[in-house]
């Protein structure tokens, strides 16, 4: 699966500069500066290249992912296991903020969370004592793990608050990440 997406990601390194100086300024010009009644050459053609302009901007979002995904493979392809767990919960904490009508979701987050949040807060507890910087964490991981517990959960009435929450907490994974 990776070597495919890297089969991709040179394909499109090498051949996106063809769609970026044809396919875009060709259907750029039309769509804006030429009539459709002129002739039908002009309507053709503009339905010709329409699927190459539409599918070079999937291409390039496919391409920005995945390459971000490959980085972070190649960097934590030997990382601890909590390491991975909070590099998963942040993407999925991610997606959480965009709206999802799955409720499923938000139950599997916050259980995901809160369970990221204990093993951030069990593998703190040791430095807490000496350093200052793993008892922010340790509290940070608490209010966390508080506010996603499954247990007994926390509830807003607006979509609002869970997004900077949900975007806080994964900055605050990130953190964690980057520090190990």
Do not use: H
Request: glycine content about 2%.
């Amino acid at each position: 699966m990776i070597d495919f997406i890297k089969r991709i990601n040179s394909f499109y390194e090498k051949y996106f500069k063809y769609i970026l100086f044809f396919v875009w300024p060709i259907e750029l010009f039309i769509g804006f500066f030429l009539d459709e009644s002129i002739n039908w050459f002009i309507v053709g053609l503009k339905w010709t290249l329409f699927p190459f302009f539409v599918g070079s901007i999937y291409l390039g979002i496919f391409y920005l992912i995945s390459s971000f995904f490959l980085k972070l493979y190649e960097k934590y392809r030997d990382a601890p296991p909590l390491v991975i767990f909070q590099l998963v919960t942040t993407i999925l904490l991610i997606l959480g903020a965009f709206p999802i009508e799955a409720m499923w979701y938000y139950s599997f987050l916050r259980i995901v969370v809160f369970f990221a949040a204990v093993t951030t807060i069990v593998s703190n507890y040791a430095n807490s004592k000496d350093n200052d910087l793993s008892m922010a964490i340790l509290l940070f991981s608490v209010f966390i793990a508080f506010i996603f517990n499954p247990f007994n959960p926390v509830y807003f009435e607006e979509k609002a608050p869970w997004v900077a929450i949900d975007l806080l907490s994964a900055v605050f994974f990130l953190f964690c990440i980057v520090k190990e």
